[in-house]
């Protein structure tokens, strides 16, 4: 069974500075989605980013690019220049054959003035 | 263009009543998934649709939960009767065919007493 691990439970930051929040996932397939989903405080899931696994090239959103290391199996978020509305829950994803969105148990960011 | 809609925001029962969730997804979206979050976690999967069809509803507890999305649009979750452990935010999420992006509502958040 495929399985997400965010082991930062809680990272904070400083504006305009850089934060890298870390994800492993688990999966035996070799075609997938990975996700960074960002939950405000008013609870409405917004994806950041995503990367498909046959991509070599790591995804980039403006000040959001990622690390994807699919032999380590591992799926970072940087955030660059880090903004005060940037403070939220962000959640790590997986999606493999199933169609199936899994979860990792998130990261909380404070960005700090 | 109109996000995914979720009513009720919130919603407070006494345990043992029954308790509905209701959801439109963004027009053209044939797929749609209910999300169980419960406090300082990431989402879990309830049940996914293929327009009407329920094609996993593997997580569903089939004693209490049910679910329908008659004529493959908006879809309806239902708890009766609701225990203790219910109390949680049920989020509806739809997507595109093939894309891998899900778009969620801003939840409905249920405390059961």
């Known amino acids: 069974a495929q399985t997400v691990t965010q082991s930062q439970p809680e990272m904070s930051v400083q504006e305009a500075e850089t934060v890298t929040l870390s994800c492993t996932y688990d999966?035996?397939?070799?075609?997938?989605?990975l996700f960074w989903y960002k939950q405000p405080p008013s609870r409405q899931m917004i994806l950041v980013i995503r990367?498909?696994?046959?991509?070599?090239q790591n995804a980039t959103e403006n000040r959001f690019s990622v690390n994807f290391q699919k032999a380590a199996k591992s799926f970072s978020l940087k955030i660059s220049d880090s903004q005060l509305g940037d403070t939220a829950m962000y959640f790590c994803?997986?999606?493999?054959?199933?169609?199936?969105?899994?979860f990792g148990t998130g990261t909380r960011l404070q960005v700090f003035p | 263009e109109a996000g995914v809609v979720q009513s009720p925001r919130y919603k407070i029962i006494e345990k043992k009543q029954p308790v509905a969730f209701w959801c439109n997804p963004i027009?053209?979206?044939?797929?749609l998934y209910w999300y169980r979050q419960n406090l300082g976690q990431g989402p879990e999967l309830l049940i996914r649709?293929?327009?009407?069809?329920?094609?996993?509803d593997s997580q569903l507890p089939k004693d209490r939960f049910s679910a329908e999305r008659l004529k493959g649009v908006d879809s309806t979750l239902k708890i009766q009767p609701a225990e203790l452990g219910d109390s949680a935010v049920y989020l509806c999420?739809?997507?595109?065919?093939?894309?891998?992006?899900?778009?969620f509502g801003e939840g409905s958040r249920l405390t059961v007493l």
């Open positions: 999420a739809s997507s595109a065919v093939n894309t891998g992006e899900l778009f």
């Open positions: 999966t035996s397939e070799n075609n997938y989605y």
């Open positions: 990367q498909e696994a046959y991509k070599q």
């Open positions: 994803a997986f999606m493999g054959n199933t169609d199936k969105l899994i």
């Open positions: 027009s053209g979206h044939n797929t």
């Open positions: 649709y293929e327009n009407e069809e329920a094609v996993d």
